[in-house]
């Protein structure tokens, strides 16, 4: 099992920017791929962004060329980088390790988008 602490959200203006970042613990060897993914309220669970160990890296078409993912698979944190932010982005964002034994998901962070 993957414990995820995530930290960053919080309230913005519209075009404004955030960092989101996830720390993981616990079994990290078996995590292959990490992400982050968002639910707005009434809507499914969606992905934003996703980062192999490989380095590779897959994003929504709703946040291509805004948002940015990176990842530290020494410090074993992934980041997401969201700028030109729009009320849209508004939803709970929640942190995702996956691998050959494990699916985990952190606790989930806020992000706010004001018009």
């Known amino acids: 099992q993957v414990q995820l602490v995530e930290s960053g959200g919080g309230l913005v203006q519209a075009g404004g920017s955030l960092r989101l970042s996830c720390a993981a613990s616990?079994?990290?060897?078996?995590?292959?791929?990490m992400g982050w993914y968002r639910q707005a309220p009434g809507k499914q669970r969606e992905l934003v962004a996703v980062?192999?160990?490989?380095?590779?890296?897959n994003y929504a078409d709703s946040v291509k060329g805004r948002f940015a993912i990176s990842r530290d698979n020494a410090k074993n944190t992934v980041s997401l980088q969201m700028n030109s932010l729009k009320p849209e982005d508004t939803a709970v964002y929640y942190c995702?390790?996956?691998?050959?034994?494990?699916?985990?998901w952190g606790q989930g962070t806020q992000v706010t988008v004001s018009s």
């Open positions: 616990g079994s990290i060897f078996s995590i292959n791929v």
């Open positions: 995702n390790a996956r691998g050959r034994l494990v699916n985990d």
């Open positions: 980062i192999t160990s490989a380095g590779n890296r």
